[in-house]
């Protein structure tokens, strides 16, 4: 009876608070083809809403979209939330240099040169090279303290990791993603059957094969992989953007979303999932795979294997999650800035 009692007291007991170090921001890197797709944005206005409340601080974004108006609409985004002064990095040589349905929002003018959304970068091409600042962001951090949250394709992470040295650093690319990264946060792959479709070749994954393959077989720390099969599942409110962003007379986010495709309509939230675990893996909002291996075909279909010592884990949500999720995401991506 007694071994009964201390069992159900230690369930029921309430969680140990979080140490000092366990509280501090998370460290995060954004890697994103924003313009493609309008989760990428939604995703760097959720990123915003964490670190007004303390979760994260933002050190750089890096771009992996290869058009000159992807980086500026990300500082204006930036600017909008009053963090003008964080890097951005882009991709040379990347894919997908198609201009999009809203990138050209960063060009947009009230009148003759003024910009509905201020802001300073004005062309990627005025922009450093994406591995370079990532060598010097990260060569900047204490050791194991980083968390990157890659939604777009692997491009600027597999030239990270073939880097050698250079001023920001002595060592190789992979060995500084070794020293300084402690998780890769990755929204690629596809690992549930989709509408009957047992496999299939996910976005992300199929428009830079390569350099996914690459990543896949050499990153040195752990990734956890948000499958296609999240995002689909936990669809953005429609409602949310006719009604959560109106105390901005034009708010990038909620005129990225018009623009991708006339409301009504509720978007996959893709790129917000990898975020979320990024900043708040403890929160609840998803289980994990047991570790394994994620392979890549020469196809693009992505294979997850159970493996006790493997280096990578797969989201998974139950519906109950999902319903939590949603409401999170609603709440976050239309949290207003901070004042300044």
């Given at each position: 009876m007694i071994t009964t009692l201390l069992s159900l007291l230690l369930l029921t007991a309430p969680p140990a608070p979080a140490s000092a170090e366990e509280r501090k921001p998370v460290r995060l890197i954004f890697d994103t083809?924003?313009?493609?797709?309008v989760d990428d944005a939604m995703a760097l206005g959720l990123i915003h809403a964490l670190q007004s409340r303390g979760k994260c601080e933002l050190l750089a974004v890096t771009v992996t979209k290869d058009h000159e108006l992807a980086a500026p609409l990300v500082d204006a985004i930036n600017h909008v939330y009053g963090r003008g002064d964080i890097p951005i990095g882009v991709v040379r040589g990347g894919k997908t240099p198609e201009p999009g349905k809203f990138l050209g929002l960063a060009a947009e003018e009230e009148g003759p040169g003024n910009l509905r959304y201020p802001h300073d970068l004005r062309s990627g091409a005025d922009a450093p090279e994406a591995v370079s600042l990532l060598r010097r962001v990260l060569a900047d951090q204490p050791d194991g303290s980083v968390v990157i949250a890659q939604v777009g394709f692997s491009t600027n992470l597999a030239r990270l990791l073939a880097s050698g040295p250079d001023d920001s650093s002595p060592l190789s690319g992979r060995d500084l993603a070794a020293r300084k990264v402690r998780l890769l946060s990755v929204m690629a792959g596809a690992f549930a059957p989709i509408d009957g479709k047992p496999r299939f070749g996910e976005y992300n994954i199929v428009q830079d094969l390569?350099?996914?393959r690459a990543l896949v077989r050499d990153w040195p720390t752990p990734i956890v992989f948000s499958g296609f099969e999240i995002g689909i599942a936990i669809p953005y409110p429609a409602v949310s953007i006719e009604r959560d962003f109106s105390y901005l007379a034009h708010h990038p986010i909620a005129e990225a979303y018009r623009l991708y495709e006339p409301p009504p309509h509720e978007r996959p939230t893709?790129?917000?999932?990898?975020?979320?675990?990024a900043v708040e893996p403890d929160r609840g909002y998803f289980d994990l795979s047991p570790p394994g291996l994620v392979?890549?075909?020469?196809d693009g279909h992505t294979r997850f294997e159970p493996e006790p010592d493997g280096p990578h884990r797969v989201l998974i949500a139950s519906p109950e999650q999902a319903a939590r999720v949603r409401e999170a995401f609603v709440q976050l991506v239309s949290q207003p800035p901070a004042p300044r």
């Open positions: 083809d924003i313009g493609n797709d390569d350099a996914a893709w790129d917000l999932t990898s975020v979320l675990f392979s890549i075909a020469d």
